[in-house]
Structure formats: structure tokens, C-alpha cells
């Protein structure tokens, strides 16, 4: 196997995997992605790696928590430039499973997660049915398969974070979840991999997703929860008047996802520029402005 | 801990349970229970007892796989018959969770395994909506708590049996699942908690369960798949005959549970008696009688 500073070791078998997992004499930390890595990803991997612990990443497009019409077919795979990433952040291994490896049974005899409606049905979960479902499908496939002490996810995608949270703890499964906060461009736009699906004019306009959010975030801790069913509509009306088709703007507790009641509250959105679907969240507090 | 030879060490915190876990140099393996243990429960330890290996039973009523109107409430609990029978079994440690340690999150909050239809919405899924998703959740816990090597399950509840290893496939649980024989009474009635539901009279019809299926599997060898689907309804009206009241018999791939096809299948059935609701199933092959 390779093990200069700036190789990784490529896992593609199960059987590899588990040699790999066998070999490691400490703990584990783990960076789930669906590949087409940003700076976001790597500083999931940097976060992972921060103890000198061995990190694995995997890269794997997960076919089960795409609703149908969405982009799974064109999620952009680029796993060569993924790979010589992730050894240039410092990840020790790569796990990039086949489709087959991860559901090995036909779809027919396939199990399922079924997260909490509380949870899973709200926000995005409400414009993508299934959506947090499969997204526990698989990571609870992966934490078998990995067995990590610690897994990272980043903030950017805060209801995912909280989902596998909650349901590490339900199952008790040994593993710690950190967050890691979201990465942005220097004008404020949160790293996705769906940014590159914008038009240099959309692009213009995206940043205003987070800068709507960072007002609203104001306006709500200053003026309290009696003002957020209107916050939350206003916004949504700013986001149009901006040029987008928002989905939702929502103010949220952080921990349980129930409406917002004025203490440890998130504002939530989703809103779509062009064929890309953005979202973003910021706590309600005040915020420091770029 | 007590350590002699007819001692048993029991767990009821996770606290207790990772520190018994950790102090466990080599493999561990499991037998789940809802106790009540009877001979059949024991042969499980024994079995998983046989190379040496650490032991753990756990004994968990678990209501997630209880159905409303089922007998939740009822199930005999007899935990100190329980523990000394497990400790003269070879068993070296007890797992007895209470429910919020099962179970941590509000019920809002709390996660489920859906188990897939082909597998579990027929034979008794068909008639306890959401039982098999209920063994699903505990067993997953179970493992996530225990990671056990090895887990012993017992034929007598065969679909069970064959819903976990398709589970444990699907999920990558780095565990083997072993099956157990069915123990039964000189009579041949299976062993199960629900036989104390009998009452005298009930008890001596109840054999002849097992009798019907050993029939049917007999006459299904002989005649071929051909004659299923008049046997299916032999048997049902072989048991109610008999003062059953039947719930189903049918024949199935012992693999797969799709309809039998003349290669490796059984027999199963679930019938009535009084307030018991008694289960068996045999493989198609002539049958040794008693």
C-alpha cells in the first residue's frame, strides 16, 4: 500500500476494508462524501485528522437519498482529482464502495431506516420525501462498515448533522459526531457541490441566500419570538424579490428541530437559483458580518 | 463480579455493559431473549457456549415488536428464574436494559428499521403489522451495544431467524448469525414462553401442530409443487379440525419466503388455541417422526 504524505490508500472491497480497519492500531476518524470535494470536505478531513488519528473518507454517491427527479445521474463524479485531494488534506484511506458493495441484497429484500417524522419531515425533508431515510441507510451501513470512534459532518447541511445524531444516539452506536462549520467563499456563499450548477449571473446573486439569513438571524434576536411567522414570511418574500424560488425559510430550535421559541434557534432556507437547489442556516444570535 | 461457576454477571447499564465489553479479550457471543426462559432458550446458550467463548444473554421484552391487543402486558417476567437457569447454562454475563436504556430518545424522537415486505409483511407479518420492524430496531441495538462475533437465534421462529440474517447482510454487520433447531416437548410441541397460555385440556391438542406440519411436509416431498396450494388448505382445515383456529399454513423457500418451488422449502404455520397464539414450521423433506 501507499504510504507517502501525499498518497492514500484506495479501498474498493469490503474484504480491503476490513484488512485496512484490522491494520489500524488506534482509533479511526471518518469523513462521509458523496465525492466532488471542495474546501468544505477538506476541512471535514483536517477537522478528522487534528489529533493525529487515522482518517478514512469515503466517496460515495448515494443512490437512496435522491427523490426522483432530482440530480442524482448528474452529480458530478470526480474521483481521481477527490482522491488526490483528500491525500493533500491528510486522509489516510478512501473508501469508495460500488453500489452492489453498499446494498448487496436486491432492492426487493433491501432494509430501511425510517427516521422520526419530527426529525426527517421538516424542512428539507418536506420538498425531499425519503430524502434523511436514505441518507441513515447509509451511514449506518457505513459505521458498520467502518466501526469509527468519531465521524465528522459539516453544519452546512444542519438537519443531516442533527439527524445522525440523534440517531447514533437511539441506537447507541459507539462513535462521537462532530460538526464542523460551513466554509464559504470569500463573498459569503456556502461551498456545495451544487454551486457549480449556477450561471456566473445566478452566481452573482447567490451569496444573498446567506446574507438574507444572517438579517433574519439579526432581526430574530433582537426582536423575539413573537416577530418570527413574520420574519420567516419576509424572508421568503426578500429571497424572491432577490431572484430565487425559495422553499422554505424556517426558524427552528437547533437540538429538537420543533419551531423556534427564543432560545438555541437556527434559521433554516432552501431556495432554488436556476437548476441549483441552495441552502444554508446560521444560529439566531447576532451575526459577525463578513 | 461474582465469577464461580454457577454465577452470572449482570448488566444493566451501558456504563456496566461497555466495561464488561472491554474487559472481553476474545470473541463475544449473544443470545437475545425476552426471558422466561425455557430449555429451548438454553440450548441457545449451549450452543453459543460450545468453543469456550464469552456468553452474554440479554432479556429485553421488547414492546416495539408487540402489536396492540398482543400480550405485551401479560408476557411472563421472571428474571430470577431466568438468571439461574442462564448461569447453570454456561452463560457469563445477563443484559437487562430497561426500556429507556433501550430505547433513550422520546418516542417522537426514536428511529425504526423497516424491514422489507418480501421478507416481512408475509406468515406472521401478515397478521402482526410491524413485528418483524420492532425485532428489526431491538436487534440492531442489540448489536450496536453488544458487537458481538457471533449471535444465536432459534429456528422455531424461523422467519425472525432468516429477517436477521438478511439484516445483518444488508447493514455489513461484522456478526455471524448461527441458527439453533427447534426444542420440543417429548410430545413435539415446540418449546415457547406462550405454551403456559394453555390450558390442560389445550395442551393436549397442541402436539398436534407439529404433527400437521411433519404431514404436510411429508405429502409436499412426495408430491411435488404442483400440490401446494391443496395442501395449504388441508392444513387449515387439518388444524381446525383438530380445535385450532388457524391464522395460516403455507409453504414458502426457506431463503427467500417467496411461494415454495419445490426446492428448499418449509412449511409454516401459526394457529389459535385458546388465548395462545402457537407457531412451528418444518423443512419439506420426510420427516422424522418421533
Redesign the interface.
Given at each position: 500500500m501507499a504510504t507517502g504524505p501525499d498518497s492514500i490508500t484506495l479501498l474498493d472491497s469490503?474484504d480491503a476494508l476490513?484488512d485496512w480497519r484490522a491494520a489500524q492500531s488506534g482509533s479511526v476518524h471518518f469523513v462521509p462524501t458523496m465525492g466532488n470535494l471542495h474546501a468544505g470536505h477538506l476541512k471535514l478531513v483536517e477537522h478528522a485528522a487534528q489529533d493525529g488519528t487515522a482518517v478514512i473518507a469515503s466517496i460515495f454517491v448515494n443512490p437512496t437519498q435522491f427523490g426522483p427527479g432530482e440530480d442524482f445521474e448528474r452529480y458530478p463524479r470526480t474521483l481521481a482529482a477527490d482522491l488526490e485531494a483528500l491525500a493533500s488534506a491528510g486522509c489516510d484511506a478512501a473508501w469508495t464502495p460500488a453500489s452492489a458493495t453498499m446494498?448487496?441484497?436486491p432492492e426487493?429484500?433491501?432494509?430501511?431506516?425510517?427516521?422520526?417524522?419530527?426529525?426527517a419531515d421538516c424542512l428539507c425533508g418536506a420538498h425531499r420525501p425519503g430524502h434523511f431515510d436514505g441518507v441513515?441507510g447509509v451511514v449506518?451501513?457505513l459505521l458498520?462498515?467502518l466501526?469509527p470512534e468519531r465521524a465528522v459532518f459539516g453544519e452546512k447541511d444542519y438537519q443531516q448533522l442533527l439527524i445522525i445524531r440523534?440517531?447514533v444516539?437511539?441506537?447507541?452506536?459507539?462513535v462521537a459526531i462532530d460538526a464542523a462549520p460551513t466554509v464559504r467563499e470569500a463573498d459569503g456563499l456556502a461551498l456545495s457541490s451544487r454551486n457549480r450548477y449556477l450561471t456566473d449571473s445566478e452566481r452573482e446573486i447567490a451569496p444573498a441566500l446567506y446574507r438574507v439569513l444572517q438579517a433574519l438571524a439579526d432581526e430574530a434576536a433582537e426582536q423575539g419570538p413573537g416577530t418570527f411567522d413574520r420574519l420567516r414570511r419576509s424572508g421568503m418574500e426578500r429571497l424572491a424579490s432577490l431572484g430565487f424560488r425559495p422553499e422554505y425559510v424556517e426558524l427552528r430550535n437547533a437540538e429538537?428541530l420543533a419551531p423556534a421559541d427564543g432560545s438555541d434557534d437556527r434559521v433554516f432556507a432552501a431556495a432554488y437559483l436556476g437548476r441549483a437547489r441552495l441552502i444554508d442556516n446560521v444560529a439566531v444570535t447576532r451575526q459577525n458580518r463578513l
Open positions: 469490503l476490513a446494498y448487496p441484497l426487493a429484500y433491501r432494509f430501511a431506516i425510517r427516521a422520526p417524522a419530527a426529525l441513515c449506518m451501513r458498520w462498515q466501526r440523534r440517531m444516539e437511539d441506537f447507541s452506536v459507539p429538537t
